[in-house]
């Protein structure tokens, strides 16, 4: 199926925005909207050798996971299609994830950093050996669950399992939606994320929370 056709068919089975025009991929496509200056810049056409170096050294800096989503979003982006570049990045993302569970320091967010590269550089049409974390076809996703399970309260990871999974497996995406929507605070940076994101319906927080209300959290 076409994968515009596919946008709108969930998003019409989730029940928040039927219909709504969604055409490319989900994590590629909108920003998000961290409230912090990220390093890595936002535009750039080619990738350079240095990337692998660029994105860890802007992950690290980033304050926040909703920066540090930024960060791999714009980092995919200048990887593009180039399979080698996104596997360096990947090899480098995954030793930083090791390092952090070996040492228990922010294990939880650096094996989300892996999880989402690789979910993200699959969208942008990389190939990583071995599809990493990959379980019912969504790359990555794997990893990302662990690191929620590891890190229940961070509603920002929440809301990157729910892009995704949702052109995937709409049924999976709304609980991560409702722990996500349930801890945006309106105005903050993670509510203007959700409400710009059209897979959504580009919707208010309180409309999203009062559709949502009767959704089973992730991981019950």
């Not at 090791?98 to 979910?119: C, E, M, P, R, V």
Request: hydrophobic share 45%.
């Amino acid at each position: 199926m076409h994968r515009a056709k596919r946008m709108a068919l969930m998003a019409a089975m989730i029940g928040l925005a039927a219909g709504a025009a969604v055409a490319g991929p989900p994590l590629l496509c909108f920003p998000y909207q961290c409230d912090e200056t990220v390093q890595l810049a936002d535009s750039e056409k080619k990738p350079g050798k240095d990337l692998p170096q660029r994105v860890v050294a802007s992950l690290d800096a980033a304050k926040t996971t909703l920066g540090r989503m930024e960060t791999i979003r714009r980092g995919a982006m200048a990887a593009g299609r180039d399979s080698e570049q996104a596997r360096r990045v990947h090899e480098r993302l995954m030793a930083r994830a090791l390092d952090a569970i070996a040492s228990q320091k922010d294990a939880a967010g650096a094996l989300y950093d892996a999880g989402l590269w690789a979910a993200t550089t699959a969208q942008a049409g990389a190939t990583l050996e071995g599809a990493p974390g990959k379980v019912d076809g969504v790359i990555g996703i794997a990893w990302v669950e662990r690191a929620i399970e590891m890190d229940p309260t961070d509603a920002a990871k929440a809301f990157g399992a729910a892009v995704m999974l949702a052109d995937r497996d709409s049924s999976r995406a709304r609980p991560f939606l409702a722990r996500a929507v349930a801890g945006a605070e309106p105005g903050s940076a993670l509510a203007r994320s959700i409400e710009s994101n059209l897979l959504f319906g580009g919707k208010k927080i309180e409309a999203l929370r009062k559709e949502l209300a009767d959704a089973p959290r992730a991981g019950k």
